[in-house]
């Protein structure tokens, strides 16, 4: 949200609500975005070399902190030190978004 507030970074944030997200460029139709999609897309950069992260060991904690269970079929994300790992699993949620124009000023 303060990033949002910033003339400066304010046309190259999207805020992500775990609500939903548009399907289309139109946004008529609409997805739920889930915790499952945005840790699976993040695992996804990690396993293709496609993100690099710092080398601080508190990083790493809060990723092996993560803890997952099969639930009815769905894959439910949970751990006690995941703020960090929650953090970094929406940063890289926006690469998967192609919707902004960004431009320098």
């Given at each position: 949200?303060?990033?949002?507030?910033?003339?400066?970074?304010?046309r190259k944030t999207v805020a992500i609500n775990?609500?939903?997200?548009p399907l289309t460029h139109e946004e008529k139709q609409k997805k739920k975005v889930i915790k499952e999609d945005i840790y699976n897309n993040l695992l996804a950069l990690m396993e293709r070399n496609e993100i690099q992260l710092?080398?601080?060991?508190e990083i790493f904690q809060s990723l092996k902190s993560v803890q997952?269970?099969?639930v009815n079929g769905r894959v439910k994300y949970f751990g006690n030190y995941t703020h960090i790992a929650d953090?970094?699993?929406r940063a890289a949620w926006g690469v998967k978004d192609?919707?902004?124009?960004i431009y320098l000023y």
């Open positions: 949200d303060q990033l949002l507030d910033t003339e400066q970074t304010r775990n609500a939903a997200r710092l080398d601080d060991a997952f269970e099969i953090g970094l699993v192609k919707s902004l124009n």
